[in-house]
């Protein structure tokens, strides 16, 4: 009993495993993941380390500004010394220094020179420091760094919006790419279809042995053209990944975007919002504050340094000076004297300030230039698209009536091969209208500083 138990217990584990295995080859390979234009730019923004990086400036410049903030609250400064003395400690005492008594006279009564024996000794110096006068500079110190994190923001929403570009670009890339292998695809398949046509016409003596060369050659190229865009593809889900901040392996499948889009607003408005909006232009009007306060915190070191001071002093092992000494008070430090040289750099970033004013009026300048730019080559590539697919649909009817002629003996091969050769290069035109089309467009998107 024992044994035919065993027996069932391994046939029912062997039917679970067939089981299993039936069910995974039902299932399949795994589909790849389907990744829409909007998810891309989400991944992007979110795992991209080119952005990663620029947040770590920012981050960085946060730092700075706890740093400098630091600067204005009490200082304490302690120094310790232990060492040997190089040369003997000695001190005089003029006869009488500490006064003359009656029935003793004056002590001590002669002039007395008391030494100390080289030894091993140290002093400790403790400062307590409250700056007051310098509290005015070093709060311009703290905005100069929180205008250099404003820049540093405004770096980080430059490069989302670059970023964001760059995937909108290489995605549209990957679109055309894909419909180009598409309907390479399918060019394939016809001409593999020709071949066995005019293969079986060769062999009734139809048709001309030149007439199947000329056939295999084109199958030849499309093939090899059709090689082409499988690596372009590839290569380009590989710049995708690296956008996205994943592994270059990682598979996926397209979704596809409208053709065109509807109407963009008005060159007027797209400028007004763009000079709104633009993190470089941002940038040049935060570097107008920060040159400011850089001049007026080199102005304010004409103010003398006044601080609020307690100085702690101990001797170790220093028996002919007092242990401890302390003292409170007002500690100055000033430079009345510079030659001149605050006044010229005073002047150097006055004309810092200005470099920066007009840094700005450049900056926007460019900015409605880029934007006017951007702008007409969209409308452009919006008319080229309608003329190619004009051209395109043109190019098919043309190809339906030569195939329709030929398989009525009206027309000869070669016209069917032509009009074959007419249409793949329309479609071909077609794709790069398109894919200039949603370029423009990411490129307009990114002139107006969006990230989205």
């Known amino acids: 009993m024992g044994e035919i138990a065993r027996r069932f217990r391994y046939l029912a584990v062997l039917g679970t495993l067939c089981a299993v295995a039936t069910a995974a080859m039902a299932e399949g390979p795994a589909s790849p993941e389907t990744l829409a234009l909007d998810q891309a730019v989400a991944l992007a923004l979110a795992n991209n380390r080119n952005v990663s990086i620029a947040d770590q400036e920012v981050q960085r410049a946060e730092q700075r500004i706890g740093a400098a903030r630091a600067r204005r609250l009490p200082n304490l400064d302690l120094q310790v010394m232990a060492g040997t003395t190089l040369n003997t400690i000695r001190v005089s005492f003029p006869g009488g220094a500490f006064g003359t008594y009656p029935g003793i006279g004056p002590i001590p009564a002669t002039d007395t020179d008391v030494e100390a024996p080289r030894t091993v000794s140290g002093n400790i110096n403790a400062t307590l420091s409250q700056p007051l006068t310098q509290l005015h500079r070093l709060g311009l110190n703290v905005k100069a760094n929180e205008l250099a994190r404003d820049i540093e923001q405004q770096k980080l929403h430059e490069e989302r919006a670059a970023v964001v570009a760059e995937v909108r670009r290489v995605y549209y890339s990957l679109l055309q790419t894909q419909s180009a292998l598409q309907a390479k695809q399918e060019r394939v398949r016809a001409y593999r279809e020709l071949e066995r046509v005019v293969g079986e016409q060769v062999a009734r003596e139809a048709a001309l042995p030149a007439d199947a060369l000329d056939v295999k050659a084109r199958l030849a190229g499309e093939e090899?053209?059709?090689?082409?865009?499988?690596?372009?593809?590839?290569?380009?889900?590989?710049?995708?990944?690296?956008?996205?901040?994943?592994?270059?392996?990682?598979?996926?499948?397209?979704?596809?975007?409208?053709?065109?889009?509807?109407?963009?607003?008005?060159?007027?408005?797209?400028?007004?919002?763009?000079?709104?909006?633009?993190?470089?232009?941002?940038?040049?009007?935060?570097?107008?504050?920060?040159?400011?306060?850089?001049?007026?915190?080199?102005?304010?070191?004409?103010?003398?340094?006044?601080?609020?001071?307690?100085?702690?002093?101990?001797?170790?092992?220093?028996?002919?000076?007092?242990?401890?000494?302390?003292?409170?008070?007002?500690?100055?430090?000033?430079?009345?004297?510079?030659?001149?040289?605050?006044?010229?750099?005073?002047?150097?970033?006055?004309?810092?300030?200005?470099?920066?004013?007009?840094?700005?009026?450049?900056?926007?300048?460019?900015?409605?230039?880029?934007?006017?730019?951007?702008?007409?080559?969209?409308?452009?590539?919006?008319?080229?698209?309608?003329?190619?697919?004009?051209?395109?649909?043109?190019?098919?009817?043309?190809?339906?009536?030569?195939?329709?002629?030929?398989?009525?003996?009206?027309?000869?091969?070669?016209?069917?091969?032509?009009?074959?050769?007419?249409?793949?290069?329309?479609?071909?035109?077609?794709?790069?209208?398109?894919?200039?089309?949603?370029?423009?467009?990411?490129?307009?998107?990114?002139?107006?500083?969006?990230?989205?």
């Open 224 to 452: 090899y053209e059709l090689a082409g865009l499988e690596n372009d593809l590839e290569t380009g889900k590989e710049q995708m990944n690296l956008l996205l901040g994943r592994e270059l392996t990682h598979d996926f499948s397209l979704v596809a975007v409208p053709e065109t889009s509807a109407e963009e607003e008005d060159l007027a408005s797209a400028i007004a919002r763009a000079v709104e909006k633009r993190p470089d232009l941002a940038q040049a009007r935060i570097a107008i504050d920060q040159a400011d306060a850089d001049r007026r915190a080199k102005k304010a070191e004409r103010i003398p340094d006044v601080s609020l001071s307690v100085t702690y002093v101990s001797f170790v092992n220093v028996d002919l000076l007092p242990r401890n000494v302390a003292m409170a008070g007002l500690q100055l430090k000033w430079e009345p004297f510079d030659w001149g040289r605050r006044g010229k750099e005073t002047a150097e970033k006055e004309l810092q300030l200005e470099q920066a004013r007009s840094r700005r009026r450049e900056a926007e300048d460019r900015v409605r230039l880029d934007v006017a730019q951007s702008f007409r080559k969209l409308h452009e590539a919006r008319l080229l698209i309608e003329a190619e697919r004009l051209g395109r649909d043109a190019a098919e009817e043309r190809l339906r009536t030569v195939t329709s002629r030929h398989q009525q003996e009206a027309a000869l091969l070669k016209d069917v091969l032509d009009a074959q050769a007419a249409m793949s290069a329309a479609h071909n035109q077609y794709d790069r209208a398109l894919l200039g089309f949603w370029t423009a467009k990411a490129d307009l998107q990114k002139a107006l500083g969006e990230e989205q």
